[in-house]
């Protein structure tokens, strides 16, 4: 099985920063894509920021400038830096690993953490 467990979220204001991490475990042969999604009470669950093992990089447009997403491939970690956070930006916060198992049949599947909470007070 292939676990992710995420960290780094809380309460903070308007115009301050977080950083969430979210570490990868388990009998993981290729790691192809890193990602992180959100999801707001009664909204759908939204891509953030996405990162492939080639390091091409996407941004909602919502987040652009202000966040930034790294991998350590070595780590099997992903990071989100996210700068001048706004109230509406208050969610669920989801990382997913594009992946694949170790194992003769094992195929290419999306792995997803718990979830942390991100709130940004006004």
């Known amino acids: 099985q292939v676990q992710l467990v995420e960290s780094g979220g809380g309460l903070v204001q308007a115009g301050g920063s977080l950083t969430l991490s979210c570490a990868a475990s388990?009998?993981?042969?290729?790691?192809?894509?890193m990602g992180w999604y959100r999801q707001a009470p009664g909204q759908q669950r939204d891509l953030v920021a996405r990162i492939t093992a080639s390091g091409t990089i996407a941004y909602a447009d919502s987040v652009k400038g202000r966040f930034t997403i790294s991998g350590d491939n070595a780590k099997n970690t992903t990071y989100l830096q996210m700068n001048s956070l706004k109230p509406e930006d208050t969610a669920v916060y989801y990382c997913?690993?594009?992946?694949?198992?170790?194992?003769?049949?094992?195929?290419?599947?999306?792995?997803w953490g718990q979830g942390t909470q991100v709130t940004v007070s006004s």
């Open positions: 997913v690993f594009t992946a694949k198992r170790r194992g003769l049949l094992a195929s290419v599947n999306d792995y």
């Open positions: 388990g009998s993981i042969f290729a790691i192809y894509a």
